[in-house]
């Protein structure tokens, strides 16, 4: 089983609907973040938790909402999604020494 | 912006070395060199990290110039599974907050 599960892997909605992306891991660690990846770029970071009461904006955080219910889970939503949020999407966890992420295998968002 | 220069993408020989370069001119005395990778739209994976030592694991080995300003990631004998997006990074380790990655080196292993 994976350390870090993202659902679900692929996903296309419509224009206006709101949409969560969910993200789990079983490594225990502490730090959780989201990315986005368009084609042909590197990632990007939308949202970063690194405690169950904390939650930090990243670089393009703008039409996006998470919520970490609890140490192990991190949820990214599109409260009304747009095309240019289609997207590949990943998790990642770090411990507390912060030595190295540890990465979903992404979920891939289609806003038609 | 960017901390880190890559080239855009690379070939290597099957079985040969493969020698990615990383120019970091600005990293500061706290700031580790990381090197992660992505096949095909898979998550990245980590590779390896080094402050100022060359460092060297099961899978890659890390050289990192005497004053810290460029890293050379090196494959031993690059194989097809190899060809992925290679990505240098510096960030404060066990401090540091995000991970931020540029666009990385394509590098394709040619058979």
């Known amino acids: 089983d994976a350390d870090v599960t993202q659902t679900p892997r692929n996903r296309i909605t419509k224009t206006g609907k709101r949409i969560m992306l969910e993200c789990s891991q079983t490594?225990?660690?502490?730090?959780m973040y989201w990315y986005r990846q368009d084609p042909g770029l590197g990632l990007r970071l939308i949202y970063y938790?690194?405690?169950?009461?904390?939650?930090n904006k990243g670089e393009i955080s703008d039409g996006y909402s998470v919520s970490r219910q609890a140490q192990a889970k991190f949820s990214l939503s599109l409260e009304s999604a747009i095309p240019n949020q289609t997207a590949l999407y990943f998790c990642a966890t770090s411990d507390s020494m912060n030595t190295e992420a540890f990465f979903g295998q992404g979920t891939r968002l289609t806003v038609v | 912006d960017a901390k880190t220069t890559q080239p855009p993408s690379m070939d290597c020989a099957e079985g040969r070395a493969a020698n990615l370069p990383c120019n970091h001119s600005t990293i500061s005395g706290n700031e580790y060199v990381y090197w992660y990778r992505q096949i095909h739209s898979q998550g990245p994976q980590y590779i390896i990290h080094g402050l100022k030592n060359n460092e060297t694991n099961e899978m890659a080995s890390l050289i990192i110039t005497e004053d810290r300003k460029s890293s050379t990631l090196i494959l031993p004998h690059a194989t097809l599974r190899d060809t992925a997006v290679y990505y240098c990074i510096v960030r404060v380790a066990y401090t540091g907050n995000q991970f931020y990655f540029g666009t990385g080196t394509s590098l394709t292993v040619i058979p």
């Open positions: 938790s690194f405690d169950v009461k904390d939650i």
């Open positions: 490594k225990g660690h502490d730090r």
